[in-house]
């Protein structure tokens, strides 16, 4: 059955952006002395709400301003880092434009906090490609549980298994599937073998040409 809605992640999924993130996080493990970041920390924080993250990096609970102060410091580096450089993965322009003519509404859930979305929207060029866009900062639980793309579902009045996912990470994947979703993983920021280990994924795809391709939507 054709899919009546799309739900988008969007760091490593809208645009292959994760080296700019993780290079973030290297600094700010840096400067508080935190040790390097591994694949092993990625496969465990990628996907994430920062609340989430925070008290995993320092080893301790945090204080809700403590945690705030760390994720804005992190993130305006990443914001920095990024400026200029944010390009689409290939192919997701055509699918938005296909989606479009067919009726199809698209949305973005993702675990970026709000000037972070703001941000990489308005470098792509897509603040206005998306009928909602749901924060994990919104819904009760982040990623891998499925709050978001379920909030997303919502807001699109389409029920979880008529709706396909685009994810880049294992908790990601993990909180579509937990959705009842149809989930595509792109291999923008894991391999397909990582991917394939750690998630549970319907597809497995290096961009949206592929997916287009391979689903017939050329």
């Not at 809605?5 to 973030?24: P, W």
């Not at 989430?52 to 945090?62: A, M, Q, S, V």
């Not at 699109?156 to 908790?171: G, K, N, Q, R």
């Not at 599937?177 to 994924?201: D, E, I, N, Q, Y």
Request: aromatic fraction near 8%.
């Amino acid at each position: 059955m054709p899919p009546r809605a799309l739900i988008f992640d969007l760091d490593g999924t809208l645009t292959a952006n994760m080296e700019l993130h993780a290079a973030a996080f290297a600094g700010f493990l840096a400067q508080h002395g935190l040790g390097a970041l591994t694949m092993e920390l990625r496969h465990r924080l990628d996907g994430k709400r920062n609340r989430d993250i925070f008290p995993i990096l320092f080893g301790r609970e945090l204080a809700p301003a403590e945690c705030l102060a760390y994720a804005n410091e992190k993130e305006a580096a990443y914001r920095q880092l990024s400026r200029g450089r944010l390009v689409p993965v290939p192919g997701l322009i055509e699918l938005l434009r296909e989606a479009t003519r067919r009726d199809i509404p698209v949305a973005v859930a993702t675990s970026a906090p709000a000037e972070n979305v703001r941000h990489s929207l308005h470098e792509l060029g897509l603040e206005d490609h998306f009928r909602c866009i749901v924060r994990g900062d919104e819904v009760p639980r982040g990623k891998p549980f499925p709050d978001v793309f379920l909030e997303a579902a919502r807001q699109l009045e389409v029920e979880p298994s008529h709706c396909v996912v685009f994810e880049d990470a294992p908790m990601g994947i993990e909180a579509g599937k937990s959705a009842g979703m149809t989930v595509v993983a792109l291999t923008t920021s894991f391999s397909a073998p990582v991917l394939l280990a750690h998630g549970r994924a319907d597809f497995v795809v290096s961009d949206f040409h592929e997916f287009m391709g391979n689903r017939g939507w050329a």
